[in-house]
């Protein structure tokens, strides 16, 4: 499937990233209400393009707002005609997979980390995939766990985790789990060390 981008279609990469964020916190929380300020550190952006795409996206009628100390926070309008429409939009097209191969490779303790590409569709479907992340070595799974709940929208993702020893025990003693979850379709190799991707093609 080719990647969309949809920026194209509602004119502003801004506007883009404010509905992706709403409508994709809408289909895991059931409607989270968010802050100007929260939006623009979030999303990256400045706080003066935020606030003309959410006065804009609140005049259509998309978005409404509620008055906290003086501060607006916003929240989808669950009355909004197109409202589904929307919605599936933004699900359909979300692709993760940079945002897991950046803070993949920003581990420096991993000796290898494969995604498997399915994950760009974990929000449309749970795919048959063995495993969605097999990580080597260290990694603090406190911090792992909170960036898989925040990028994939509180979906269940299959990971596992092990030391380089077990790693190399499994492989000489022919685990089968270990040899499904290498040869299993569509891995990515985000991180190699260990070379494993050149002795799986040189079989």
Same mark, same amino acid.
């Given at each position: 499937?080719?990647?969309?981008?949809?920026?194209?279609?509602?004119?502003?990469?801004?506007?883009?990233?404010?509905?992706?964020?709403?409508?994709?916190?809408?289909?895991?929380?059931?409607?989270?209400?968010?802050?100007?300020?929260?939006?623009?550190?979030?999303?990256?952006?400045?706080?003066?393009?935020?606030?003309?795409?959410?006065?804009?996206? =609140?005049?259509?009628?998309?978005?409404?707002?509620?008055?906290?100390?003086?501060?607006?926070?916003?929240?989808?309008?669950?009355?909004?005609?197109?409202?589904?429409?929307?919605?599936?939009?933004?699900?359909? =097209?979300?692709?993760?997979?940079?945002?897991?191969?950046? !803070?993949?490779?920003?581990?420096? =303790?991993?000796?290898?980390?494969?995604?498997?590409?399915?994950?760009?569709?974990?929000?449309?479907?749970?795919?048959?995939?063995?495993?969605?992340? !097999?990580?080597?070595?260290?990694?603090?799974?406190?911090?792992?766990?909170?960036?898989?709940?925040?990028?994939?929208?509180?979906?269940?993702?299959?990971?596992?985790?092990?030391?380089?020893?077990?790693?190399?025990?499994?492989?000489?003693?022919?685990?089968?789990?270990?040899?499904?979850?290498?040869?299993?379709?569509?891995?990515?190799?985000?991180?190699?060390?260990?070379?494993?991707?050149?002795?799986?093609?040189?079989?």
């Amino acid at each position: 499937m080719k990647d969309v981008d949809i920026s194209k279609l509602f004119g502003s990469k801004c506007r883009t990233k404010i509905l992706e964020k709403f409508f994709l916190e809408f289909e895991s929380w059931y409607n989270e209400w968010f802050h100007m300020r929260a939006i623009a550190r979030d999303l990256d952006e400045q706080i003066n393009s935020i606030k003309r795409e959410l006065d804009n996206l =609140t005049e259509i009628g998309l978005l409404k707002f509620k008055e906290e100390a003086k501060k607006k926070i916003f929240f989808v309008n669950i009355h909004f005609l197109l409202l589904k429409e929307f919605k599936d939009i933004f699900i359909k =097209t979300y692709n993760p997979l940079e945002k897991v191969k950046k !803070f993949l490779l920003s581990q420096k =303790t991993l000796e290898l980390a494969i995604a498997n590409e399915s994950l760009k569709y974990k929000m449309i479907e749970n795919g048959k995939t063995i495993l969605d992340i !097999f990580l080597i070595w260290e990694i603090d799974k406190n911090v792992f766990n909170e960036f898989l709940w925040i990028t994939f929208f509180n979906k269940k993702i299959k990971y596992a985790i092990i030391t380089k020893d077990d790693f190399y025990n499994r492989l000489n003693y022919w685990d089968k789990l270990i040899h499904n979850i290498l040869s299993q379709g569509w891995n990515l190799f985000f991180i190699d060390k260990m070379k494993i991707k050149d002795i799986l093609d040189n079989k």
